[in-house]
């Protein structure tokens, strides 16, 4: 069955750390893929998506996501992180046989310390 | 700012109640989905409405009951439900289910089961 894996639940970094975060999805064929983010008591919205193209994504807030196919990875990067990124992250893949469904991982929350 | 409400923002009831949670998107897309969105676990999508008909229904339990009247508002009807159905439920649409289109979320409703 087709997964995404987030692989830290949980990560507190200090302000100006630089930030990592894990997506390894399972499916061999053409993916779509997404980080939503949700700050504290508000919606999922949108960081950034690949479709196609650059494997490098550049996203809202200083964020950037790197496409690996070889290794089935989309991890989200950002340089220098912000007492205002605290926030819980999120991967998902739709690939062609997910038909309407966004596969998601089960998140990284992601906690900033001033 | 988003384009999709929910209310209630929260819900308490007791496993006998019926109750009904409202979606209504302002961003004139054609489909809408509800979502579960339990702690530690992904996101569980739970059906999904193209141009007002049901295009997926994940298997979720006959006590959620669905409706979508027209493309704008989307329900999810509440019957005889568990407790182990407490979660944030979440409404999105997107433009079309079927293409790359982004899905815009809701703030969630946070539902207890007593």
């Known amino acids: 069955a087709q997964s995404v894996s987030q692989h830290n639940h949980h990560v507190i970094l200090s302000e100006a750390a630089s930030l990592e975060l894990g997506c390894n999805y399972s499916?061999?064929?053409?993916?779509?893929l997404f980080w939503y983010v949700q700050y504290p008591g508000q919606h999922l919205q949108l960081l950034l998506k690949?479709?196609?193209?650059d494997p490098l994504v550049k996203g809202i807030k200083g964020f950037e996501a790197e496409f690996i196919k070889s290794k089935f990875s989309f991890n989200l990067r950002k340089p220098s992180v912000q007492w205002s990124d605290t926030a819980e992250y999120f991967c998902?893949?739709?690939?062609?046989?997910?038909?309407?469904?966004?596969?998601w991982g089960a998140g990284t929350k992601l906690i900033i310390k001033p | 700012e988003t384009g999709v409400t929910q209310t209630p923002r929260h819900l308490v009831m007791g496993m006998t109640n019926k109750k009904s949670l409202k979606c209504e998107q302002h961003l004139g897309h054609n489909a809408m989905y509800w979502y579960k969105q339990s702690a530690k676990k992904p996101l569980e999508l739970m059906f999904v409405y193209s141009l007002e008909e049901r295009v997926e229904n994940n298997s979720v339990p006959s006590r959620f009951s669905p409706e979508c009247p027209n493309s704008s508002h989307l329900f999810l009807h509440l019957h005889t439900l568990q407790p182990e159905d407490s979660a944030l439920y979440l409404c999105?649409?997107?433009?079309?289910?079927?293409?790359?289109?982004?899905?815009?979320f809701g703030p969630g409703t946070r539902l207890t089961v007593l």
């Open positions: 499916y061999g064929g053409t993916v779509n």
């Open positions: 690949y479709f196609s193209g």
């Open positions: 999105a649409s997107s433009q079309d289910p079927t293409s790359t289109d982004t899905q815009y």
């Open positions: 998902a893949v739709r690939t062609e046989d997910s038909n309407y469904q966004l596969i």
